[in-house]
Nanobody, 115 residues
């Protein structure tokens, strides 16, 4: 059974930083890509960043230069370092992996950017 648990969400002022973590259970982590997605209130869920099993990364234009995705295969954990946060980054952040033709999601962690 694959389970994902996100953590690290919080309230932060504009310009601040947060680091989100996504812990993945099971022995699949080193073989899968991990994506961070977010969903703001009243909006569709969108892909923020993805990191492949080989470490290749890709970002949404809205977060390029501010967010960094990384992974630690020894800890079965992926991270999303978020810097220079903006009001529009407020959302629930989810991580996702795809394994055996099925998507697995975490429960989400709330990020609120407010002054």
């Amino acid at each position: 059974q694959v389970q994902l648990v996100e953590s690290g969400g919080s309230s932060v002022e504009p310009g601040g930083s947060l680091r989100l973590s996504c812990a993945v259970s099971g022995s699949i982590f080193s073989f899968v890509s991990v994506g961070w997605h977010r969903q703001a209130a009243g909006k569709q869920r969108e892909l923020v960043a993805v990191i492949t099993s080989g470490g290749t990364t890709n970002y949404a234009d809205s977060v390029k230069g501010r967010f960094t995705i990384s992974r630690d295969n020894t800890k079965n954990t992926a991270y999303l370092q978020m810097n220079s946060l903006k009001f529009e980054d407020t959302a629930v952040y989810y991580c996702k992996v795809r394994w055996a033709y099925r998507d697995y999601w975490g429960q989400g962690t709330q990020v609120t950017v407010s002054s």
